[in-house]
């Protein structure tokens, strides 16, 4: 079996093996696995926040807090690489009606070394590096919040180049 695991590891690009990193991440942080979060994330991991400050519940995961210190549980709608050749894997999810975080992830050979944290803010990604190919006033839109039940409410928005 491991053999298999292997044979199969080595056919995922870059791109989806960042993406099968973030997804076990995920999954570490839910059970409590602080050997695997320690090995994927990297001791002095770079973090940004936008939101409540009651709200920075991933860095006090990522921290070492005790899980029962955390009622916040993150379990992403979607974990998806947003351009191919970048180390970014963005995930976001919904909790009840009234929260939406978003996380961008950066990584450096399969180590999460960057960490931007939004809640409730919608967010908009763009490349300035790729072609013309989708571009609107100079830049191309490469992944944008998925609108859900607060589409109703007002969010800030926000842009982060990549």
């Given amino acids: 079996m491991e053999a298999q695991n292997v044979e199969i590891s080595t056919r995922l690009t870059p791109e989806m ?9 995920y999954i570490a ?23 409540p400050h009651h709200c ?17 549980r993150f379990e992403p709608s979607s974990v998806q690489v947003v351009v191919p050749g970048h180390d970014c894997v963005i995930a976001e999810g919904w909790e009840g009606s009234h929260v939406y975080w978003v996380h961008v992830w950066k990584l ?3 180590v999460v070394t960057e960490l931007r944290e939004y809640f409730n803010t919608w967010l908009t990604v763009t490349d ?5 190919i989708g571009w609107d006033m100079g830049r191309c839109t490469v992944w944008e ?8 409410g007002s ?8």
């Fill in 128 to 132: 300035y590096s790729l072609g013309a």
């Fill in 17 to 25: 093996k960042n993406q099968r990193t973030i997804e076990l991440l």
């Fill in 145 to 152: 919040s998925v609108p859900r039940d607060l589409a109703r």
């Fill in 108 to 110: 450096k050979d399969g």
């Fill in 56 to 72: 920075q519940h991933m860095m006090r995961l990522l921290t070492g807090e005790p899980r029962s210190q955390v009622s916040f």
């Fill in 155 to 162: 969010l800030p928005s926000l842009l982060l180049a990549i």
């Fill in 29 to 51: 942080l839910q059970q409590g696995d602080t050997s695997t979060v320690t090995k994927v994330v990297a001791s002095d991991v770079e973090w940004w926040f936008h939101g």
